[in-house]
T-cell receptor, first 114, second 109 residues
């Protein structure tokens, strides 16, 4: 089954404790992206990657890191999480840059930082 | 910069037709997408308009006017399962998809 998977689905952590949210897709997609969703603010893009070893900042990159060492994986790293990073996070992918208008989303990771 | 505006909430009754509008301002424009999201779930792609006009997919249609920087999503024969949030999103001249804040549609019996 074609899908985007994220782990963990739920995470409660404390301020400053480094964490990684994994994202993997099995569709051989070139384009991958991370979003955060907060009430009333819609989906805001954190980072995106057009292909392996190519990443770029979205609209809200502060406090986050990403890497794209393999085509299928695009982990999101919070080196020192803070309470304002409490949010619902989605990973998404599309075939390539030309089709980024049609993105496939993972199930989401609900993160709480206390 | 880029910005999108859509109503925050819309209410309609089962069987009715509802239109969700989206206006946008972008530096460069390739097209307008629509996504559906049920409560807390993953957004799912509904439609994409790159050219002016109406695109129809079953009960859902999407319209774009590039000259007016305006589009809408039209939902016909509303069903209770259509209760969800709907997002318009613009692909500009960057590698980003910019989303609106979303419209919550409540369908009442």
């Amino acid at each position: 089954e074609a899908q985007v998977t994220q782990n963990p689905r739920y995470l409660i952590t404390v301020t400053g404790k480094k964490l990684t949210v994994t994202c993997s897709q099995n569709m051989n997609h070139e384009y991958m992206s991370w979003y955060r969703q907060d009430p009333g603010l819609g989906l805001r893009q954190i980072y995106y990657s057009m292909n392996v070893e190519v990443t770029d900042k979205g609209d809200v990159p502060e406090g986050y890191k990403v890497s794209r060492k393999e085509k299928r994986n695009f982990p999101l790293i919070l080196e020192s999480p803070s309470p304002n990073q409490t949010s619902l996070y989605f990973c998404a992918s599309s075939l390539d840059r030309g089709t980024l208008y049609e993105q496939y989303f993972g199930p989401g990771t609900r993160l709480t930082v206390t | 910069g880029q910005s999108l505006e859509q109503p925050s909430e819309v209410t309609a009754v089962e069987g009715a037709i509802v239109q969700i509008n989206c206006t946008y301002q972008t530096s460069g424009f390739y097209g307008l997408s629509w996504y559906q999201q049920h409560d807390g779930g993953a957004p799912t792609f509904l439609s994409y308009n790159a050219l002016d006009g109406l695109e129809e997919t079953g009960r859902f249609s999407s319209f774009l006017s590039r000259s007016d920087s305006y589009g809408y999503l039209l939902l016909q024969e509303l069903q209770m399962k259509d209760s969800a949030s709907y997002f318009c999103a613009v692909r500009g001249n960057t590698g980003k998809l910019i989303f609106g804040q979303g419209t919550t549609l409540q369908v009442k019996p």
